[in-house]
């Protein structure tokens, strides 16, 4: 179906269709970081969560260490680790969403990568 576009056309399409593999190049690496996060997040948690409350650790805010006490991380460490949860199943559907229309494009315009 490619083939009946002009030249113009198929540049327009070609930029469309690597515009979409980057944002979704970009989707995947942004997943990775914030499932990595999530997964910082729950090993602190099992370590924290056998301590006592009353004691002592350090939390690490920006660049600063600052002290504080077991149950006053615990909570902040659960919340960011939920939302962290959650981001990841909204960028997983939204990578969904990305690929389906690649593939539809690369169905519609006969569209194949050539391997480097």
Known sequence: M???????QQKELVGRYQGLRQEGDALYTKLGQVDGDRNEHELVLKQLSGLDGNRRCWQQIGPVLAEKKVADVLPVLTMNRDRFTDTVKQLSETIK???KEITEMQTKYGIREVQK
């Open 2 to 8: 490619a083939e009946n576009l002009t030249p113009e």
């Open 97 to 99: 969403e990305k690929d």
